[in-house]
């Protein structure tokens, strides 16, 4: 089995400067919508794009309250991880 250090060089991860963790931005879509138009919260200037997509590592070392939540709501709901 692949340690994290080994799955963050292959993948070419970076740190996540916000969430903890290591990333990589593997698609965005080419649409976006101007941030006017998104629901409150969210900045009101620029455009946002209509999709992307990432690669995502937590390791032992790393902590995210943000992806710690998710997995908690996901619990509650019964959503699942489809691997």
Do not use: D, W
């Given at each position: ?5 080994q799955i ?6 970076q740190?996540?400067?916000i969430e ?6 593997t ?16 900045p009101?200037?620029?455009?946002r ?7 995502y590592l937590l390791?032992p070392?790393t902590?995210?309250?943000?992806w710690?939540?998710?997995w908690?709501?996901g ?7 489809s691997y």
């Open positions: 089995m692949p340690t994290a250090q963050i060089e292959a993948l070419r991860l740190p996540h400067p903890g963790g290591y990333f990589r931005e698609y965005r879509a080419f649409g976006s919508i101007p941030a006017s138009l998104l629901p409150p919260g969210y009101r200037e620029g455009t794009s209509l999709g992307t997509s990432i690669y390791t070392e902590f995210s309250e943000t710690l939540l998710a908690l709501l619990s509650a709901l019964g959503v699942r991880p």
